[in-house]
């Protein structure tokens, strides 16, 4: 007897949060949470406002003003997950 395996729909992967759940438990990644960023990674400007829950003008303000550490290459933008994780803790402190 054979059994049919399933074929997900592309794009199926990125776009689908209950699928992404189940992956990260069975690799035994933690999940992820709005403002926590792993060391030792880097994050696009998109990536960061997402999280944050900010506009990209503002970070871009805020990147100017409080000088946040980020790192071009070209004309890409990418900020450190140790840095992010300081600015989140922040932010936490600034709104409770």
């Not at 438990?25 to 060391?39: I, K, M, S, W």
């Not at 998109?46 to 003003?65: A, P």
């Not at 946040?68 to 936490?92: K, Q, S």
Request: proline share 8%; glycine share 8%; net charge positive.
């Amino acid at each position: 007897m054979t059994t049919a395996k399933k074929t997900l729909a592309p794009g199926a992967l990125p776009t689908d949060p209950e699928l992404r759940v189940i992956i990260r438990q069975r690799l035994g990644v933690p999940p992820e949470t709005p403002g926590h960023f792993r060391e030792g990674f880097y994050y696009s400007p998109k990536d960061v406002c997402d999280r944050l829950g900010i506009s990209q003008s503002t970070l871009l303000v805020w990147r100017k003003r409080y000088a946040i550490p980020h790192l071009r290459i070209g004309r890409t933008t990418r900020y450190a997950g140790g840095v992010l994780n300081a600015l989140a803790d922040a932010m936490e402190k600034v709104t409770c």
